[in-house]
Each structure stands twice: as C-alpha cells, then as structure tokens.
C-alpha cells in the first residue's frame, strides 16, 4: 500500500520473522555464536531465552538456513500438550512412525534412528521454541532423552528456546538435574536506543526505502515505546508508514508514533503501559484528540474539494446543456427566418410573373 509512496521494493517492517531480514547486533552475533559453538561442541542442551519478540525465532531460522549438512534438525512449536503428544511430534518431526499404544516400542525406534544417523556420519539435533509452555512432567521426558549418548558422543542435541520465564522455571529444585546438563545458556537482551535506529535504518535500506523516513524524535519515541523489542519496533513503524502514506507526510514525525501507539493500545495490540514501566508518562489524550482532528479536518477538506468539484462539474454540464439549447433554438430561428425570406422571394418573384403573364394575355387580345 505505502510501498510505492515511500520507494520501497517491499514492506521493511513485516511481523513474520524474516532471516533475510535479521539485523545482528552485537548481542545477536554472541546468541549465534553460543547456539554455533553448543553445536560444534556437541553439548547436550543449549538454552536461549528473551522477551517475546526479542528475535530468537530469527535466530534460529537462520541457523537452520545456514546449518551444516551433517545435522538432522527438527523444530518443535507446539509446546501446550502432554508428555505423550510431545514424544509423538518428535517422532513425527523425524518421519518416524508412532505407535500412541506402545510407548517402549517408539522409544526404540527413535533410538535406533538416532544411531543410525550418528552410523552415517550425521547429528540429530531437536529444536523446541516456546518451551516456556512445557509441562514439568514433559520437561522430564525431555531430560530422559538427553540420555542417548555413545562412550564420547551426544546422539541427540536439543537446544530450548523460550521466554524468560523458563530460564527461571531452572531455578526450581525439582528440574535441578535438567538444569545441571545445560551446557549453554544465552539471555537476548532487548535494542539499545542506538541499535534501535540503526535497526530502523537497516530494514529501510534492505528494503530500498529513502534515507530519513523517520525523524529522530520519532525514533525516540519508538524505542521508548517498544522499549527495544523489535517485533515492536517492527509493528509501531508499519503502522506509523500506513498513517504517513494516507496523511502523504514524506517523513514520519511523533505526532503519527503518538497516533499510532494510542490506536494500536486501543484495539489491544499494543500495551501502552509501557510508557509507566520506564517512567515515561502515558502520551496524553490531547495528542490523539489533535492528532483526530488534524485527520478530520483534513479529510472534510477533501470531502468539500470533491463536492466543489462535482458542482463545478454539474454546473458546467448544466452551461453546456443551455448553450447547446439555445444554440439549437438560434439555429432553428435562422433556418426559419431564412426559410421565410426565401419563400418572400419567392412570392415576389411569382408575382412579378404573373403580372408579365397577365400583360402579355392583355396585348395579344388588342393587337
């Protein structure tokens, strides 16, 4: 919709997580690594956890893009479930078939699978994003997994990906064996202001979008509002270039982040509460009420611009109706005029005929 208008060759700012579009700050490049050197070390678990839209779902489709040939991957995202439906997604992850009867028999099978990789050479590795969800009963189930393993080797590598509250679910001392085989663990912190802005400023260039599109304050804002997540960021900018587009502003100001953040609170896409979190205070209603009557105002302007228009219009069609009519009746008045003048000659002419006629009937009796 806006694409065109702000130049770019697509939307910069989308929700779905996007690898091409995965700016590494320098927090990003030590979660990539943590996540590369548990792999190439063959730890048993690795854990990543951050705030919902921090990037880690990137992060990890990334990796997979970029995942050496030697690893057999299968990513888990379906973490509300029992112990039993978990085990039967895994299973079926791998391609493997599940007996929901014979728990023992799938045990073996996936067990024999994974021997058969480790034969050839490969490595299995089960990704579990949201695992902030799972239960402690499948939580254990994932524990016993861990426990194929060769004389030297982990079978099967499983990295958790999560929110924070599953790092803190560790601290209980019922997981305290879970928590001991976890080799590598990575919290991914939120943007600083400054990598918010060059964040910004990356996925417009990627998206050859012009240079400035946001002002500065309007950035600060931004960042105050999201404060660093970029799935955030990314929702608040989309909107922001939507209101730009439809009020035609070549650069987003505060007034259309305000806009934006009050109407996306109001539909419930956005927590405004944030604000009272980093002590900012909420942006006043005047704002939205401002920023509505601007918008108002503006589009009655246009709705009197267009009415003007089509009375200019009406009136013009109603001129050149007159004028066609009265250039008819002109016209037709000419023809008549014409017509009866030419009719006198006519009459005259006969006339002046039948009086030679008359005169010549009168000499010939005479003569």
């Known amino acids: 919709m806006y694409e065109e208008f702000y130049g770019f060759t697509e939307k910069p700012f989308q929700i779905v997580p ?13 979660a990539l690594s943590s996540l590369e050197y548990g792999l190439n070390d063959n730890v048993g678990f690795i854990l990543m956890t951050g705030e919902i839209g921090c990037g880690k779902t990137s ?8 995942m050496d040939a030697s690893i057999v991957p299968a990513v888990i995202f379906n973490t509300n479930v029992t112990a039993d439906e978990f085990f039967q997604f895994v299973m079926q992850s791998f391609e493997l078939e599940f007996d929901p009867a014979n728990k023992a028999k ?3 099978a996936f067990y024999e699978f994974v021997l058969e990789q480790y034969a050839e050479g490969k490595q299995v590795l089960l990704i579990i994003d949201e695992a902030q969800n799972l239960s402690d009963a499948t939580l254990e189930e994932i524990r016993m997994l861990s426990n194929f393993q060769s004389d030297d080797r982990m079978l099967l590598q499983i990295i958790l990906v999560g929110q924070p509250e599953l790092k803190a679910r560790f601290k209980n001392p019922a997981l305290a064996q879970f928590r001991q085989r976890i080799a590598v663990n990575y919290h991914l912190e939120p943007l600083t202001w400054e990598e918010t802005r060059n964040y910004i400023e ?3 260039k990627k998206a050859s979008g012009k240079a400035n599109i946001f002002a500065a304050k309007a950035i ?3 960042f105050q509002a999201s404060r660093g997540i970029p799935r955030t960021i990314n929702l608040l ?10 009020d035609e502003m070549a650069q987003i100001d505060t007034r259309i982040i305000e806009i934006v953040i009050n109407e996306l609170g109001i539909i419930g896409l956005y927590d405004a509460s944030c604000y009272e979190r980093q002590g900012q205070a909420p942006i006043a209603d005047k704002a939205v009420d401002e920023g509505l009557m601007l918008r108002l105002d503006k589009i009655e302007i246009g709705l009197r ?5 089509v009375e200019s219009q009406n009136t013009h069609i109603r001129w050149q109706t007159t004028n066609n009519h009265k250039a008819l009746v002109n016209k037709a008045k000419k023809l008549i005029k014409s017509e009866r003048e030419r009719n006198m000659r006519l009459w005259e ?7 030679k006629l008359k005169a010549l009937e009168l000499k010939s009796r005479t003569g």
């Not at 996007?18 to 030590?30: A, G, I, R, V, W």
């Open 18 to 30: 996007n690898p091409d579009y995965l700016y590494f700050t320098p927090k990003h490049k030590n």
């Open 59 to 66: 992060l990890i489709r990334y990796l997979l893009n970029n």
């Open 106 to 108: 799938n045990l073996e």
């Open 202 to 204: 990356f996925r417009i």
């Open 220 to 222: 600060d804002a931004i």
């Open 237 to 246: 900018c989309d909107s922001a270039l939507v209101y730009g587009f439809a």
């Open 305 to 309: 611009e267009l009415q003007i228009q």
């Open 349 to 355: 002419d006969n006339k002046h005929l039948r009086a």
